[in-house]
């Protein structure tokens, strides 16, 4: 027999179901079925326990009819036992297969529903095989050999391996094995009319995992849109429902909740994902940032570690059980980069961090949660000024030292992320547009906060601010054919690498720009070759760079639609409009669930997003941007510190009457109502 000699490939995703409750999950076929192939098993934190899990009567696979998820952390399969039953064309025996996830518990119903003439007898069988493997082995092709198990037999199997155990338990079940494959099955024997049904439960639990469930509920209730739009509402609901379905804690902080990135392959602590998703509920909730930003304050950097990408104030990148291979979308150069457990290679993860803290202290946060945060505060300042602008021009700038790291480290972390408009890349170190616009608005918020809570010396930050708003002036600008616009990036030689990306509309809102330059960036962000109707292309599509599929240079990523949309809103911009119907289009028609990016191709060429098959889904800040978008459209704003809470819908109101209740502002409800003509109303 000759070898497979195909290189391994990423799996993907687009096409299988998925019953999630965080850290466990897991992915089948349409049909229920998981077989041995790609990403399809039960997961568990950073590693995969099974990896086949099928199920036949009288031998058979079941033929599919359809599948429903019933909630996230549930999906039901519904099959017909096409041998059993009656003669004839009429399906007479059904097979019912009900899953249902929670943290660290799989449990696996199958009913028997038989309207046969007569009584039927047959063997329901479950092949049960693992592989015990690593998340990021999985992420890149990898076929891993089973784990054998021990222990099989009534009442369970077990399997383990370094730290980490997995059981199966069947009750009732005749047990074999065959090879490392555990087999159970049942007899069953069913009357006209009636319903057998049996059990599978698989337990998990991980002693090296770093990641857990929160140990108390989630801390935002369901929030209720009543509209004339009727894609609003289910968007808002699924986004809510799935952020529940991601929340983590670490092991060490039980009770302090954050969302985790995205199922499959980012399932732990992002500080930047983290931080957005955090910072985008804030209209729903002020603790779900509150905790996020304690759990990475705890974590917050306090020595230089080349290796790590540590440095005193910095917030870290990425939290895993162990080191993590980052595959083929980050290996521009060939170079193996696998990063420690614990990373700090990001370069925009700090000044979101501050952000997010003013936000929320705007939003309402109490001053027992915001008071104890402020040295973490002014660390992370210092560490913008000190660290972040390493070489002291006023701009922050990154560049991976430690050979294995990532090599870009802004939100576009892919290899070949920051390209010229030919599709050339730019080399390190690298200081991205949108970085420059963080770091600018953190430096003022921060001061801001500081002072408000009697700190002194916060001249400090607002000076440096404004010498790198006049740095920003005069490196990024360029033009081409068709006006002025920020370049993406400064390279190593601090030349502008010329392209127009997403990334420039995250300026928006920042106050680095002045009054034309928002004009500029909001007119081109909003151009075809940018807006493709269901969101901002990360790349102009006439770029020679531009792939529709390119994981950044082209795609589109609805949080980061979300983002410009936002600061469109802030800007009180016209093109918030078309901006938000591209929005709202790709969240209806993703069913409310839209994935980590999908294909740049343009609304009037496919009229459905084209799917970036590997892409997450759930994501967490692509979930959060359903609450980003309503908060936008109704430009819902607060300054708690002020006293105000207001509502500026955007003109012209094309969403119809619409209510909202749910939201919250300083632990105070808020109900807020926009009439069909746009006009809003605000009870707190």
Known sequence: MTADMSPARQPWVHDLALVLAAPTQVWSGADGQVRRSGVQGVLHADRRFVSECVLTVDGEEPSPLTAHADGGDAHVFLAVARSLGDTGADPTVRVERRREVEPGLVREQVAVVSTASAPVSCVVQVRVAADLAPLDSVKGGHRHPLVAPTDVGGPEAVWSLDGFRGTLRAHGADWARDGDTVVVSWQVDIDPGQTVSRELLLGLADSGAVVTSPSRPASWRSVDVVSADRRLAPVVTRALDDLRLLRLATTDAPDEEFVGAGAPWFLTLFGRDSLWAARMMLPVTTDLAASTLRVLASRQGTRVDPDTAQEPGKILHEVRGSSFSLGEAHADDGVDRSLPPVYYGTIDATPLWVLTLSDAWRWGLAADAVEPLLPTLERALTWLVEHGDADGDHLLEYVDTSGHGLSNQGWKDSGDAVRRVDGSLASAPVALCEVQGYAYAAALAGADLLEAHGRIGTD????????????????????????????????????????????????????????????????????????????????????????????????VWPHDTAICLAGLAAEGRAEVGPVAEALLATLHAFDGRPPELFAGDARSTHPSPVPYPAACRPQAWSAAAAVSLLTSVTGLRADLPAGQVTASPVRPWSFGATEVTGLRAAGRDVALSVTATGEASLTW
């Open 460 to 555: 400090r930050w607002r000076e440096w601010a404004g010498r790198l708003r006049a740095e920003f002036h005069r490196r990024f600008w360029v033009e081409d054919a068709k006006g002025p616009f920020p370049a993406i990036a400064l390279d190593g030689d601090k030349r502008p690498v010329v392209s127009l990306t997403s990334n420039v509309g995250h300026l928006l809102g920042t106050g680095l720009l002045d009054a034309d330059e928002v004009d500029h960036v909001a007119r081109r962000i909003a151009a075809p070759d940018m807006l493709s109707g269901f969101g901002v292309r990360t790349m102009s599509r006439d770029a020679a760079g531009y792939s529709p599929t390119g994981y950044h240079v082209g795609s």
